[in-house]
């Protein structure tokens, strides 16, 4: 049956392709008949809305020779002329022609894709078994009506190979058109190959959704020669040395969020942490870049608003959602927002380089130096100072440098904001642990709980003193990474199992899954359990992993790409905690919010309520309900 289907298709498929290639060349001479309207449009006399076009023969001959040599009848065309087509038809002509061109591509797109898979399929490589006309659309859909509808994409490749257990670790899916053809990586192994050993560039669709947010020049998403420039340009303001001496300012914005928790405690009422917490990164990557108080933790700021505001509008291009893909509105607002954004953090960066260049601060007076400081102290020194009486920057190095700074921006409050949320709900769950945490802040911060703030702002080297508080934030990235990664595969470049398969990868997106990756039976033990310990085990442990030291943590990705701001996120996550936790309880309050708000979809995967969703980075759903109250 099967066979007799592919035939079939085969056979549809050949008609098709022929037929798209005349419709190709069909929708061609329509565009080009339209753009001879355009040009010779010129010196017609009426209004075109209520009369006819008045064109001669001869205005239309460069049109005529065109269709001519596409084997159209050139009398044919005399004739239609002299019927005096109306600007209306002309346009729905085009219309019509586009709409035709759009339905060839599709087809084509589809018989290419299709058969490529099936191929694929017949030559033993693993994936789900692959429709010759739906793909994986059909399996992918039943998998995802069993899980919440918001549930974040990335838990999928978890999801297919318990209905599918013969896998294996790396796997091809089709889900075309809804995404590209993809070939997905759950293990270490095959992941360090494409991200360490031979470091394949960005995915495409990365760079599309990164550029209403960044402007296009953005380190993730640079490749060769630039992305290692500006990477080195930026090094130095995010090295754990530096970072340091950022810490008292980092300080004053963690007392606030602190406040604020007193203040929720006394209402003893359930509300959304992340919120809360997404203000309170956004005002430390604030003075972490660019020395600036946003205060969002207080009151609403114009920048982080219209931050958040393009955040919303951020799209891969692939959503099933086709309102949401082509909504109208997006390449309005998209287009705003990155104007503001634009004019805000070149405005600042002009205030800086000022600065930078009258010396208006002696160096022994001067504040610890911001990231773009840094920046631009390596920028003057590269030109030896020579600056002259200049007061403006290169223009090419202040693009490129505010396509960073708003990558940072973005990126820099993200992720910890979730992870934070993720930090509180799994210490709520294991109160055992919270009390591990707090016995460790009370060793090395001492037992006057008010006086942590300060110990902190004036001896911030004491957060290298909690090995138990790292572990417990890198066992919350390892259950709950905030991002995965995607490579664009190229011609001859293969993925080598263990076993010695191969699986190629020219033309499709090869998917580094972190959320598999990280909970992969064959790389840790006990994979679903919130277990720190595993951090600290020492060889002959049961959860000692030399596995870690190869890539199987890949929270910040693994390779020369891994994220340049890791040390800033692990910093004031541990700061937040050494400041928080030994003063209140913040205990996850699903239960509680579910009982409010009743649904009837599902609501947890795997069992977990707190299931991640796409809100930029991965965040906890429902902004994760909770309750605070004060430790006695």
Not at 406 to 431: K, N, P
Not at 479 to 504: C, H, K, M
Request: aromatic content about 10%; charged content about 20%; overall charge positive.
């Amino acid at each position: 049956m099967l066979l007799a289907e592919a035939r079939r298709a085969v056979n549809v498929a050949i008609e098709l392709g022929a037929g798209a290639k005349r419709l190709r060349e069909t929708s061609c001479i329509a565009w080009d008949l339209s753009r001879h309207i355009y040009m010779f449009a010129a010196p017609l006399r009426k209004t075109i809305f209520t009369e006819r076009y008045e064109l001669s023969v001869s205005n239309v001959l460069p049109a005529i020779d065109l269709v001519e040599r596409c084997g159209i009848a050139q009398g044919h065309v005399e004739e239609m002329w002299a019927d005096k087509m109306s600007l209306p038809r002309a346009i729905l002509m085009f219309a019509l022609s586009w709409l035709i061109y759009q339905l060839g591509r599709f087809c084509l797109g589809l018989i290419s894709i299709r058969s490529r898979f099936q191929r694929m399929q017949n030559d033993g490589l693993p994936m789900p078994p692959h429709h010759p006309l739906f793909g994986h659309l059909f399996i992918l859909g039943k998998i995802m009506s069993r899980l919440p509808s918001d549930v974040h994409g990335h838990v999928l490749p978890r999801q297919i190979p318990k209905s599918y257990p013969d896998l294996g670790p790396i796997f091809y899916v089709d889900t075309w058109p809804f995404g590209p053809p993809m070939l997905v990586v759950t293990s270490a192994h095959g992941a360090n190959q494409f991200t360490v050993a031979h470091s394949l560039p960005k995915f495409a669709t990365m760079r599309q959704y990164m550029q209403p947010m960044t402007g296009g020049m953005d380190l993730p998403t640079l490749e060769g020669h630039e992305w290692k420039m500006w990477r080195t340009v930026f090094n130095p303001g995010f090295s754990s040395s530096h970072l340091m001496t950022m810490v008292p300012q980092v300080v004053k914005d963690v007392v606030t969020f602190a406040e604020i928790l007193e203040q929720r405690a006394a209402s003893a009422q359930v509300f959304s942490l992340d919120p809360l917490t997404i203000n309170l990164t956004l005002d430390i990557i604030g003075r972490v870049t660019l020395d600036l108080v946003f205060n969002a933790q207080k009151q609403p700021n114009s920048f982080t608003s219209t931050l958040r505001s393009q955040i919303r509008w951020l799209l891969f291009g692939n959503e099933a959602n086709l309102f949401q893909r082509w909504h109208p509105l997006r390449p309005i607002m998209t287009f705003w927002n990155s104007r503001q954004m634009l004019a805000f953090v070149g405005k600042e960066m002009d205030k800086r380089f000022l600065r930078n260049v009258s010396h208006s601060e002696p160096m022994a007076q001067a504040r610890s130096k911001t990231i773009i400081d840094l920046a631009l102290d390596k920028y003057l020194s590269e030109r030896n100072g020579n600056i002259g009486d200049e007061t403006t920057m290169d223009a090419t190095f202040k693009d490129a440098a505010i396509c960073q700074i708003r990558t940072f921006l973005f990126a820099g409050h993200d992720t910890s904001s979730s992870t934070l949320c993720y930090c509180y709900h799994l210490l709520s769950l294991h109160t055992e642990i919270r009390d591990a945490v707090i016995k460790e802040h009370n060793s090395v911060l001492g037992p006057e709980i008010g006086q942590a703030a300060s110990l902190l702002s004036e001896k911030p080297h004491l957060l290298n003193q909690l090995p138990y508080t790292s572990a417990v934030i890198k066992e919350t990235l390892r259950l709950y990474p905030a991002a995965s990664s995607t490579r664009q595969g190229e011609p001859g470049f293969n993925i080598v199992a263990p076993d010695g398969r191969l699986y190629p990868t020219d033309g499709l997106l090869i998917w580094s899954n972190h959320f598999a990756i990280h909970r992969n039976p064959e790389s840790w033990k006990r994979p679903d359990e919130f277990l720190p310990q595993r951090w600290l085990a020492e060889k002959d442990n049961e959860f000692y992993n030399a596995d870690d030291r190869k890539g199987a943590w890949r929270a910040f990705e693994h390779g020369p790409r891994n994220c340049i701001g890791q040390e800033l996120a692990i910093l004031e996550l541990k700061l937040v905690l050494a400041i928080t936790l030994r003063r209140f309880n913040v205990d996850s309050a699903y239960d509680e919010y579910d009982r409010i708000r009743a649904r009837k979809s599902p609501k947890t995967v795997d069992g977990d309520r707190a299931y991640q969703i796409l809100a930029g980075a991965a965040h906890p759903n429902d902004g994760f309900p909770c309750k605070v109250t004060l430790r006695a």
